[in-house]
């Protein structure tokens, strides 16, 4: 992969891009989102891991103004009812999509669901800041006849395949209503996402419980940032942080806020740095390194700061020009920490 690739965005679809994966009809009235994987069914002897994403809440947004409320504050388009499914299929669309301050700076990343009836979106957040994100909203809300409140109802799941070849995940006739099961926007690297009041491993054939720290090293492993640590809210530009990667972001919606500096730099076609998944190797200090440590090239130059990470993975924010020669992290005991950047393969062929 030639460096000077990385320094160009990607230029992605209209906010919700074409998916490889088909979820079937799930019985009763639980909601599923569906898009096209060739394969039919689930693999056989398929089983699934099922992460309880404590660490994330969800916001319900609900009333006559909701939709366009919600544009003018993200960077994506609506997870809106496909017409083409019909008013006997009520379906549940996901998105990605930052809220951004008005210098053009990440504040929230969240994922968006799209609840058909009755019309509302629900909000998957950082535990962390719910509620600054509830009071963000509400600072804007004005006269609009909007209603933003906390729904506990719902607890947030993540669900690995044990292998790329699984087929799709579906539901039993038993599962509680409502179940929410829809593919992960950001990638496909990173299974499905799944909102119930019920343990999750039951629901699903094949399901087993798995342990949070495997996720967070599966999603550090792929490059896709989470929370208020990865994320740190005022700080992140959401174009170094591949959220035109990630399928989070429109560049033909309307206007929202913090849209003049992510267009401007969207249109100049050069992203100097971004979010990198690194390895760590060498004798680690006891607490981790430090976010925002400096990363050093062999000879000492500036190439990006530590981000956030689990171990000995994470993420960094790099100059794309120097990941490929030897990088490192000095900390206060003798020997550097060796950092080793990768790109991932489900970035767009233009990255690489």
């Given amino acids: 992969m030639a460096a000077a690739a990385l320094l160009r965005g990607a230029a992605p679809g209209r906010g919700l891009p074409a998916r490889r994966w088909r979820l079937p009809v799930v019985p009763r009235r639980c909601w599923a989102y569906g898009s ?38 993200l960077t994506n388009e609506l997870p809106l009812p496909d017409p083409a ?27 968006l669901y799209g609840l058909p009836s009755p019309p509302a979106f629900l909000l998957e957040c950082d535990r962390l800041v719910l509620g600054e994100l509830q009071e963000h909203l509400l600072r804007y809300r004005v006269r609009r006849k909007v209603t933003v409140e906390l729904f506990p109802e719902l607890c947030v799941w993540a669900v690995l395949p044990s292998s790329p070849e699984a087929g799709d995940v579906l539901l039993p006739k038993g599962a ?111 607490n981790g390194l430090v976010p925002g440590s400096v990363v050093l090239t062999a000879t000492g130059q500036p190439a990006g700061k530590f981000r956030a990470g689990l171990e000995d993975v994470g993420l960094a924010l790099l100059w794309s020009e120097r990941i490929k020669g030897p990088l490192h992290v000095p900390t206060t005991e003798s020997c550097p920490v060796a950092l080793t950047a990768a790109v991932p393969d489900w970035w767009p062929v233009a990255a690489k």
Avoid at 194 to 209: K, Q
Avoid at 253 to 280: D, S
């Fill in 85 to 111: 499914e019909g008013v006997t299929r009520p379906a549940v669309r996901s998105v990605y999509a930052h809220f951004l301050n008005v210098q053009g700076r990440t504040l929230y990343d969240v994922i």
């Fill in 36 to 73: 096209g994987r060739p394969s039919g069914g689930p693999a056989k002897g398929t089983d699934w891991t099922c992460f309880p994403l404590e660490e994330r809440a969800l916001l319900r947004v609900r009333g006559p103004d909701a939709a366009p409320f919600l544009l003018g504050l």
């Fill in 176 to 286: 509680a209503d409502p179940t929410i099961l829809t593919p992960d926007p950001r990638t496909i690297r990173m299974g499905w996402r799944l909102l119930t009041c019920d343990m999750a491993p039951s629901l699903l054939p094949g399901g087993h419980l798995g342990a949070l720290r495997e996720y967070h090293r599966h999603r550090y492993l792929q490059g896709v940032p989470e929370g208020i640590r990865d994320l740190p809210p005022g700080m992140a530009l959401p174009l170094e942080s591949n959220l035109a990667f990630m399928n989070g972001v429109s560049f033909t919606k309307g206007c929202y806020v913090g849209q003049e500096l992510t267009a401007r730099t969207h249109h100049t076609g050069v992203i100097r740095k971004r979010l990198f998944p690194v390895r760590l190797s060498g004798r680690l200090p006891a």
